[in-house]
């Protein structure tokens, strides 16, 4: 019942930056909470990044002070701006969102950064 389509994704040099976005569907978008994961090859999906409905963050202490997660639930969109990217950070972004009782994802969108 609620569709999340992530986009942004692609090549990046190391250093460079990229601003990942998820569109959302539905009228409850701003009393979601909002998080990013991530998959590289071989590894399993780990927690980013996530916003709280009062707009709380936390982040995984390997982004810290790299990674900014926003909202605009104008707009049902949640982003997430990458910057000093590192190969490290090469993986599957998924958007998710914890609605109280349930969750749903997105399909992901591929980031790579090359060395």
């Known amino acids: 019942q609620v569709q999340l389509v992530e986009s942004g994704g692609g090549l990046v040099q190391f250093g460079g930056s990229l601003r990942l976005s998820c569109a959302a569907s539905?009228?409850?978008?701003?009393?979601?909470?909002m998080n990013w994961y991530r998959q590289a090859p071989g590894k399993r999906r780990e927690v980013v990044a996530f916003i709280t409905s009062g707009s709380r963050t936390n982040y995984a202490d390997s982004v810290k002070g790299r990674f900014t997660i926003s909202r605009d639930n104008a707009k049902n969109t949640v982003y997430l701006q990458m910057n000093s990217l590192k190969p490290e950070d090469t993986a599957v972004y998924y958007c998710?969102?914890?609605?109280?009782?349930?969750?749903?994802w997105g399909q992901g969108t591929q980031v790579t950064v090359s060395s």
């Open positions: 998710n969102a914890n609605a109280g009782t349930v969750d749903y």
């Open positions: 539905g009228s409850m978008f701003s009393t979601y909470v």
